[in-house]
């Protein structure tokens, strides 16, 4: 038999809803998450795209993009 565990689930505030939503991963490429991430420290895709905020050179699957990923998430919370 299957166990389910519950998770702790993360929702912004109602302020901040507009700054943390973004479109889904596999909408947009890399740069266009980029230019809508442009001004908004807050967006969801620095978590789900964080290759936004490390140099365009740099291998997507590379360990760095996860580490930032994870630095990006814990910053926003």
């Known amino acids: ?3 389910i565990t519950p998770i702790q689930a993360f929702r912004p505030s109602k302020e901040q809803a507009n700054a ?6 596999d909408v947009l490429n890399s740069k266009e998450a980029k230019e ?5 420290p807050h967006s969801f ?3 789900i ?3 936004i905020d490390l ?4 291998d997507h699957y590379d360990e760095q993009v996860y580490y930032k990923a994870k630095s990006n998430f814990e ?3």
Do not use: F, G, Q, T
Not at 55 to 58: I, T
């Open 55 to 58: 140099p365009e050179d740099l």
């Open 36 to 40: 809508m991430a442009k001004d908004n």
């Open 75 to 77: 910053k926003n919370n």
């Open 45 to 47: 895709l620095r978590i």
């Open 20 to 25: 943390v939503a973004s479109p889904p991963y």
């Open 1 to 3: 038999m299957a166990k």
């Open 49 to 51: 795209k964080p290759e």
